[in-house]
Every structure is written in structure tokens, then in C-alpha cells.
């Protein structure tokens, strides 16, 4: 079985209008539902959210490693779809797997809960308080590395030019089987970057996973923050920030 990706295809507009008609309180969708949008011979059996690289991965291995091959496909979620007469096996497997891997996946139905959120996990917490540029050229930075390919990022070296010092990097290890079925580990990576060390000046956060050995690098997003009142803030931003408008 090929197996592509179709930015626009079918889970996208299943999903988000379930997430709609859900929230305003209509009768949950079942697997059957879902299975229904899926092409021909295939059954959706799970779901995962669309940036989720390493998890997406991990689901194509460990499949595989059962003899079972799957279609991932969405946009702002993915469907994970295998024959039908896979079906019930894939989703013994898929939450039998959540007992030695955690990530979030939503097994069934649309009415199922998501399983394993990230939040929950346990995350190692850091707090550097160095500026970036002295920061990249420490040896457990090094650019090979999964940290020190996120500090690298473009994402990064963009909002340095505005929050310099990085006071706080949050990872967490995703030990995950690769699509060869071999076991391989990334992360998740959150660095929290600011203007200052001494003022509540603002700061920015940059959000990632990273793996094979920080050759691959999806970007999850962040959010940026000033303290102050409007005067305050424009006259911060004016000094601090050098980034582009």
C-alpha cells in the first residue's frame, strides 16, 4: 500500500465539523461513522493530531511491526485508516502500546477521549538564564542534538532578535518505533526566550518535536507576551525588538 499524505482530504472536513456539531451537543459519531469517509476497504481506527510527526511515525512502525499497513491522512487532524479486516487487531494494539508509549491519540470513534495527553507526561524542566548566543555553543547543545537543533530553529533565531536570553527549556523524551519498525527516541521541545533577566520586559515561547537526531524538526507554534501598559509596551518594543516588521 502507497502511503500519502493529501493535505485536503477527507478527515479534514470530518473532523472539523464533528468538533463543531460536538460542541453544540449533537449525538457522538461512532468508528463505523468515521470509517465510512475512509476510501474504499479501509477503516478509520484512530486519530492523532496533524502536527504530531513522531507519533505519526511511530503508528506506521508499530503497525507494521504487526503486519498491518496503514494510510495517515488530514490537515489539522489525521486519520489513521487500515483494512477493514485489521480493524478490531489495530486498535487492540494502539491501546495495548499506550501502557510503554506515551502520546496523544483518540482510539474509536469520534466520541472516544484523547488518551495520553502531553501535558500529563513528565516533562524536565531547565533553566539556562544565558543568552542564546553563548547557549548554542555549549557542548549539550551541540547542533546534532535534539535540544540543540530546536535552539537552532528559525523560529528561534528570529525572536532572539527581540528576547535574547533564554530563561527556561522544557523538553520531554518520545520513545517512539520508526518506519524500518526500529526502536528511535525524539522529543518535544519548549524554549521559553526573554528580553530581560532583571525586567518584566516580555518574552516569547517556541515549541517543537524533534528527531533523528535533530535532523527533523516539526514546529507545534507558541506565543509571544509584553508587560505594561500600551505606552509602556511600545516604548519595549521600540528598544528591544530588532526583528523585521
Known amino acids: ?17 464533528a468538533g463543531l456539531t460536538l460542541s453544540c451537543g449533537s449525538p457522538p459519531r461512532t ?16 486519530m492523532i493530531g496533524g502536527l504530531d510527526r513522531i507519533s505519526d511515525i511511530h503508528i506506521t512502525g508499530l503497525l507494521k511491526s504487526h503486519g498491518i499497513e496503514c ?39 469520534l466520541d472516544a477521549r484523547w488518551d495520553c495527553p502531553l501535558a500529563d507526561a513528565d516533562w524536565i524542566v531547565t533553566q539556562p538564564r544565558q ?31 527581540a528576547f535574547p536570553y533564554v530563561a527556561k527549556i522544557k523538553f520531554l523524551k518520545r520513545e517512539y518505533i520508526d518506519r524500518n ?16 533577566l532583571d525586567e518584566k520586559v516580555g518574552g516569547k515561547t517556541c515549541s517543537f518535536q524533534v528527531w533523528d537526531n535533530g535532523s527533523r524538526i516539526q514546529t507545534q507554534g507558541g506565543h509571544e507576551w509584553w508587560f505594561g501598559d500600551p505606552d509602556t509596551v511600545t516604548a519595549n518594543q521600540k528598544k528591544y525588538d530588532r526583528r523585521k516588521k
Do not use: W
Request: overall charge negative; some cysteine; charged content about 25%.
Open 31 to 46: 468508528r463505523e461513522a468515521v470509517g465510512a469517509f475512509a476510501p474504499q476497504g479501509l477503516t478509520c481506527v484512530a
Open 131 to 161: 543568552e542564546h548566543e553563548d547557549l548554542i555553543g555549549l557542548e549539550q547543545y551541540r547542533a546534532s542534538t535534539d535540544l540543540g537543533a530546536a535552539l537552532r530553529h528559525e523560529d528561534v533565531k528570529d525572536a532572539v532578535l
Open 71 to 109: 494510510l495517515i491522512e488530514g490537515s489539522i487532524f489525521y486519520g489513521i485508516a487500515v483494512p477493514e479486516k485489521d480493524a478490531a487487531r489495530s486498535i487492540a494494539i494502539l491501546t495495548d502500546d499506550l501502557k510503554d508509549h506515551h502520546y496523544p491519540i483518540r482510539i474509536g470513534g
Open 1 to 17: 500500500m502507497n502511503r500519502k499524505r493529501k493535505p485536503y482530504a477527507f478527515h479534514f472536513i470530518l473532523f472539523v465539523a
Open 181 to 196: 519498525t526500529h526502536p528511535a527516541t525524539g522529543h518535544e521541545v519548549e524554549i521559553e526566550l526573554v528580553a530581560s
